[in-house]
């Protein structure tokens, strides 16, 4: 991707492309507040305030490349290539196809990722769903382009960054894994929001403990030799699931955070470590989570 592009389910859209965008319109979120005035006073108490994230909407042009009547007596000796205009008539059709993905809208609480590349070619990640999708007459008076209003519906309020980045605790063949006293250290470099972070274990292994900063994590589980199992606070990945499609939210026990609490808060580092019994020199435990930023 190129500066100032958008790419959603393979279709590219934004500067140099064939599908222009002329305006990016970032809705503002809604704030659910449970303020109420006091009674008999000039006074508000403020409640607990949520956030609704509010969609982004795209005004954009798509451009319809056709062959002009005298072009093929002019370039006898320099032909255009087969493909130059092959598929031109289509791209209104491919972009509104994934506005309504018919997969993605039946499938509970399933997202997709628009990913925006800004000017320093940093790559985003916007988590939602398509939302509604407008567009011009195909054949308005010869015009070579169609004018076109789409709605993405954000996830949240956040954007997250297009690498996921992760530590990996050591293994010691001859006691076992994890080895006694032993951890490794996860540091944020970048992002001005609290990251979502999952959990990766690789079997064998009967009830892990793990220590991440100041919390614990207790999954009171029983993994085979090459199972995996994931525990992730991510919104669009929000589970605790192993490779065997096996629901294992019931197995987290004690003091662990109900899964939209664990984050991994910005320009902080946390010291990972974990204990379990039944570990081999296969047994591994990786911590990964997204840069998360509080403005697109």
């Known amino acids: 991707m190129e500066p100032y592009q958008y790419q959603l389910s393979g279709i ?6 064939d599908i222009p965008v002329q305006k990016a319109d970032i809705q503002p979120y809604n704030v659910n507040n449970q303020d109420f005035q006091v009674q008999r006073s000039d006074e508000n108490r403020f409640g607990t305030d949520t956030l609704a994230p509010a969609p982004i909407i795209f005004t954009m042009s798509v451009m319809n490349n056709f062959e002009l009547s005298a072009l093929a007596g002019l370039t006898t000796h320099f032909p255009a290539p087969d493909d130059l205009f092959a598929g031109q008539s289509d791209k209104l059709n491919q972009l509104a196809a994934v506005w309504k993905d ?11 990722p628009l990913l925006y590349c800004d000017r320093d070619r940093n790559i985003r990640r916007i988590y939602g769903r398509p ?8 054949n308005k008076g010869g015009e070579s382009w169609v004018d076109v209003q789409a709605e993405f519906r954000r996830a949240d309020t956040y954007a997250h960054s297009d690498i996921e980045y992760y530590v990996g605790h050591p293994t010691d063949p001859n006691k076992g894994l994890p080895p006694d006293g032993t951890h490794v250290t996860a540091a944020r470099l970048d992002g001005d929001g609290p990251s979502w972070l999952r959990v990766l274990i690789t079997g064998p292994m009967t009830h892990a403990l793990i220590n991440y900063g100041s919390n614990t994590i207790e999954l009171n589980s029983n993994l085979a030799a090459g199972v995996e199992l994931e525990i992730s606070s991510y919104p669009w990945a929000r589970r605790v699931i192993d490779s065997n499609s096996i629901n294992r939210r019931t197995q987290l026990i004690g003091n662990t955070l109900y899964l939209d609490q664990i984050k991994f808060p ?31």
């Open 131 to 138: 939302g509604k999708f407008a567009h011009a007459p195909r």
């Open 102 to 112: 018919p997969d993605l809208r039946m499938s509970w609480g399933a997202t997709k």
């Open 12 to 17: 590219t859209f934004g500067r140099d492309t």
């Open 266 to 296: 910005a320009y902080s580092s946390m010291d990972i470590s974990w204990t379990c019994t039944g570990g081999t020199s296969a047994t591994q435990l990786y911590f990964a989570w997204r840069e998360a930023y509080n403005v697109v």
